[in-house]
């Protein structure tokens, strides 16, 4: 009896575990990024499910990244819908002045969607990519809630 449910136990740990490992993808690159695109976050709560993790909101510094990302997310759903992630430009420091978190720095690559950062409503100082059915990005509320994609913190 004992053994039986312990056996259960195990089962329900496994299939717990497959469901955070399944959320791990490897780039191209060979890096190793966490998507979340079933659950929806406000921006600051996505920063701390990467913590969490001991990861960080994902940084794309450059035309590079920006393809690997690109080709993760192609590849890794290409029969689903986009997600909408967030990842770690904000502008909450110093409006119009978008930095990574993981930095704190201002960036000089971007890849924003046309006719963004809009700053819609005056209100918009975080950013996400998938909106427009590519990964270019686009700024939104913080406080909308979307899915959230997260890299390994590495110098
Ligand atoms: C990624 O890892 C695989 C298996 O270890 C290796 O064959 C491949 O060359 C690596 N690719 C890059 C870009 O490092
Ligand atoms: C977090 O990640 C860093 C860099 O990969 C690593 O050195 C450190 O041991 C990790 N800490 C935990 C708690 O996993
Ligand atoms: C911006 O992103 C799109 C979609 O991933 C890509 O085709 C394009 O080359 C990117 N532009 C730059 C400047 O990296």
Not at 65 to 84: C, G, M, S
Request: aromatic content about 12%; some cysteine; charged content about 25%.
């Amino acid at each position: 009896m004992a053994r039986r449910s312990l056996l259960v136990a195990a089962c329900i740990c496994c299939i717990a575990i497959g469901i955070v490992r399944a959320k791990l993808y490897t780039s191209t690159q060979n890096n190793t990024y966490f998507i979340e695109a079933r659950h929806k976050y406000n921006w600051f709560q996505s920063q701390n499910q990467c913590t969490l993790q001991n990861m960080t909101l994902l940084s794309i510094e450059n035309a590079d990244k920006n393809r690997e990302i690109h080709d993760l997310i192609n590849e890794n759903f290409k029969d689903k819908e986009k997600p909408l992630l967030y990842i770690g430009a904000n502008d909450l420091a110093n409006l119009k002045h978008f930095c990574w978190t993981k930095t704190g720095l201002e960036f000089d690559y971007t890849n924003w969607s046309e006719g963004e950062p809009n700053n819609y409503g005056g209100n918009e100082h975080c950013v996400h990519i998938g909106l427009y059915d590519d990964d270019t990005w686009n700024d939104v509320d913080c406080s909308m809630r979307f899915g959230y994609i997260c890299e390994e913190n590495k110098k």
